[in-house]
């Protein structure tokens, strides 16, 4: 049983030998990707050092339960220790989102409900604001269109970790805020009802992870490069010889071409810059489609009916229809509490994936 931790165990050694070289650290960007791996084994090597101790400690108080009663009871109480580190080491080796210690950008929609609904946005925005207080997070308001009653027809946040901080495994900003896009439903009497009625009335939120800049590595081996001659006018050579140059994409079929230099090497270079802000472009196209479908696979339409939670007033009661989460007490919710239904529903994701690696 987890037999890959002791691979783990080794690289987690490795690059503590890497990080005690000062040499390392004179590549800022190496040395931070090294320090967020050895931070995601270091919870694993604790946990699994604890888990076999408790072992050792199950073996010798059996031993000695033998002859005195009372090791009896303390074999229990270890035996329940290693069942819960067993769990807790399941969790930490159930494959991670890569994209969870990125920084977000949050954004909230009125929807259903006209004023009722934008106050409803005013009021998610403040929930999320004093969430990310609490943890320690910095947010900047982008964008906003308020209403003409103090609510929020549309608002864009950016939430990031404070400086260069590599946050905890699995408590990075996209790691606890990535369940929060959907269709958020509230139940309540609206200000602007006379009667006393209570209405339904939503919001969207949708939350993508901050984009890196994308750069494009071209390898050699993936480019077919053609020589031709040159046409149009030119200089004495340009109509004499082969320095008009094609350069072929492979992967992609990007074509890139240049002839208006008078030496190859020239036209090879001036293609080659052409072929990389090509394949740059579509990469970034790319990944703007990856965004777009993650945002319209969060909030469709912003419709009553497809909620994935729901901010019940009269009864202080707050649901979440994805995991069966409730609880009563909307209003320490509201003020930045969110702790309990987040983790409500990484509990429930990391069970998935539990499930379906086993």
């Not at 059996?62 to 074999?75: G, K, M």
């Not at 989460?325 to 998935?352: P, T």
Request: with cysteine; glycine share 6%.
């Amino acid at each position: 049983m987890f037999e890959a931790v002791e691979e783990l165990i080794g690289e987690h050694a490795d690059l503590e030998k890497r990080l005690a070289d000062p040499a390392v650290h004179a590549d800022q960007a190496n040395a931070r990707k090294l320090n967020k791996r050895y931070a995601e084994l270091t919870p694993i090597v604790g946990t699994y050092r604890s888990w076999k101790q408790t072992a050792d400690d199950i073996d010798t108080a059996r031993e000695f339960a033998a002859d005195d009663p009372d090791f009896a009871a303390e074999v229990k109480v270890l035996e329940k220790q290693r069942e819960e580190l067993t769990e807790k080491l399941r969790l930490l080796l159930v494959p991670r989102d890569p994209s969870d210690d990125k920084d977000v950008i949050l954004e909230i929609k009125a929807g259903a409900g006209g004023d009722e609904s934008a106050l409803f946005a005013g009021d998610l925005l403040r929930m999320y604001l004093r969430y990310a207080e609490r943890v320690g997070w910095k947010t900047e308001i982008i964008d906003s269109t308020e209403s003409e009653l103090g609510g929020y027809k549309d608002v864009q946040v950016a939430v990031k970790t404070k400086g260069n901080v590599t946050p905890e495994p699995g408590q990075g900003v996209w790691a606890r805020m990535k369940y929060e896009g959907g269709v958020h439903r509230v139940q309540r009497v609206p200000a602007t009802e006379s009667q006393g009625r209570i209405h339904t009335s939503a919001a969207g939120v949708l939350v993508t992870p901050e984009a890196e800049e994308i750069d494009v590595e071209i390898n050699p081996n993936d480019l077919r490069i053609d020589v031709y001659r040159s046409s149009g006018p030119g200089g004495q050579s340009v109509n004499t010889t082969d320095s008009a140059v094609r350069i072929t994409h492979l992967p992609t079929g990007v074509v890139a071409s240049c002839q208006n230099e008078k030496s190859q090497l020239q036209n090879k270079e001036q293609a080659l810059r052409i072929l990389r802000s090509r394949l740059l472009a579509a990469a970034q196209e790319k990944a703007e489609a990856e965004a777009a479908d993650a945002r319209r696979s969060q909030v469709r339409t912003v419709d009553r009916s497809e909620k994935i939670r729901t901010y019940n007033f009269p009864e202080n009661r707050i649901s979440d229809h994805r995991v069966g989460f409730k609880a009563y007490n909307l209003d320490q919710v509201l003020d930045g509490e969110l702790d309990a239904v987040i983790q409500a529903c990484v509990d429930a994701d990391s069970a998935a994936k539990l499930a379906a690696a086993q």
